[in-house]
């Protein structure tokens, strides 16, 4: 098993992980679930972890219900079954169960403790790591959230054999980012290294360290944390249109053609963007952009703007990164 230690917490990966939470301190325990972690992962996660909850708590995936009105439910059901502040709240699942499950356990009667069980490659490597949670506004993404660290995160490898390829993919995304904005070295390995021969283990541990690196430099992302947004600007926007669209899209989909769009942004020379797009549109099915004016309201929403300009995080280069780039709707539109 491989740890990370962060500042306040550890990240546990492996396949003894799960035997390792420690919950007997703990006066009730609360998992949380949607429909797919119910079937395929909940039966594993109980039998590896030894764990008796006194409550499942089943709600819808996806980031269409990552709303307050979920909330809403998760809290009537801890109430109804009187939990007090000294039970554990446990995310069984993706992004959209532990960024709103960390975010309801972290209000419910002023906090309870929570831990991160991710199933997702996605939530492996970016989503369950560094305390940010949210939930979503009238499609505005992650527009009502706060900072709260986990008291663990336990990533079970296994888990990712749940997982249809396109899932893979998504998660991936958020690898190839932390490529491009830490890690030149890695960049070249993810080149030289198809998907399907990664070690899963070793990659998540890479990036989870990669990124716990930038985190306890900048816990509450002031400063050097804003890199990690790379992509996320435009991705954002590109997955809140979509949210109440026909088409249904991935966060790391929506990420791939922000990452695309963004290098375009970056003062990286020709040859360095060419690099970077071909491997993105090699690796990823890049959804279809919607146009800078379907974009718009949604860029203008972003949390990480000021003074009525969009803020990007952007590439100096393979591996170095900057934030706070602030550019006008004009300059933005060059790229569509």
């Known amino acids: 098993m491989k740890v990370v230690h962060s500042s306040t917490y550890d990240v546990k990966i492996g396949k003894d992980s799960l035997q390792t939470i420690q919950y007997s301190s703990y006066s009730a325990i609360a998992i949380l679930v949607d429909e797919h972690t119910k079937t395929n992962c909940l039966d594993i996660f109980l039998k590896e972890s030894q764990i008796n909850p006194k409550l499942i708590i089943e709600i819808h995936s996806g980031e269409e219900h990552k709303n307050l009105y979920t909330c809403e439910q998760i809290w009537q059901k801890l109430t109804t079954a009187q939990f007090d502040r000294k039970s554990l709240f446990i995310n069984l699942g993706g992004g959209v169960i532990g960024d709103m499950g960390g975010f309801a356990a972290s209000c419910y009667k002023r906090g309870i403790d929570f831990i991160q069980v991710p199933t997702t490659l996605l939530a492996m490597i970016d989503a369950s790591v560094g305390g940010k949670l949210a939930i979503d506004l009238e499609n505005f993404k992650n527009q009502i959230g706060l900072f709260k660290s986990p008291k663990g995160v336990y990533i079970f490898p296994k888990f990712l054999q749940t997982l249809s390829h396109r899932q893979i993919i998504s998660g991936y995304a958020e690898i190839v980012k932390h490529a491009l904005v830490a890690d ?8 030289e290294t198809s998907i399907e021969k990664l ?17 306890k430099s900048d816990p509450f992302e002031e400063n050097k944390r804003k890199i990690l947004n790379f992509g996320h600007t435009l991705g954002h926007a590109i997955e809140s249109y979509y949210l109440d669209k ?16 963004e290098a375009e942004l970056s003062p990286l020379n020709i040859e360095k963007k060419k690099e970077i797009q071909d491997y993105l549109k090699s690796n990823f099915n890049l959804v279809d952009c919607p146009s800078l004016e379907q974009l718009l309201p949604f860029l203008k929403n972003d ?3 000021e003074h009525d300009n969009i803020n990007f995080s952007l590439l100096n280069d393979i591996g170095s990164s900057s934030y706070n780039n602030e550019l006008s709707v004009e300059k933005i539109k060059a790229i569509f």
């Open 184 to 191: 030149k070295d890695y960049w070249k390995l993810l080149m």
């Open 199 to 215: 070690n899963w283990e070793e990659t998540i541990y890479h990036s989870v360290t990669l990124k716990n690196d930038i985190i």
């Open 246 to 261: 026909e088409k249904d899209i991935l966060h790391g989909e929506a990420v791939a053609l922000g990452m695309y769009l």
């Open 303 to 305: 949390k990480k703007n």
